[in-house]
């Protein structure tokens, strides 16, 4: 199995729809811009929030696998992804790479 590098690229905040539809909540997100977890083996890494993990999980695992090409060339590298989790009023960008190593 292969490491795979997941990167913080983008944070989001749509304060208009957080105030129209969202409850507030004390703490809502624990990623920072540029911050870089490692998957080993597919597995979820440590402190990754679980939504955000839901979200990426299988093209994590197929990325370990040896596999890539999403949707026939989605990405210029093919061994990669982006990915965003599925909070709607505070998304996060996440960029899936393999790891050479």
């Known amino acids: 199995m292969k490491k795979v590098k997941i990167t ?10 957080m105030a129209k539809y969202e409850n507030p909540i004390q703490h809502a997100c624990d990623m920072t811009l540029g ?5 080993e083996r597919g597995e979820k890494p ?3 929030c679980d939504s955000a993990w839901e979200s990426m999980q299988a093209f994590v695992k ?5 596999g890539g090409n999403f949707y026939d060339g989605w990405m210029k590298n093919p061994y990669s992804a982006m990915i965003s989790c599925n909070d709607g009023f ?8 393999v790891c050479d190593n």
């Not at 197929?62 to 040896?66: P, T, V």
Request: zero cysteines.
């Open 90 to 97: 505070r998304p996060v960008s996440f960029l899936l790479e």
């Open 62 to 66: 197929e990325l370990a696998a040896g």
């Open 8 to 17: 913080v690229m983008r944070m989001a905040k749509y304060e208009d729809l």
């Open 35 to 39: 911050k870089i977890f490692y998957s």
């Open 46 to 48: 440590k402190d990754m």
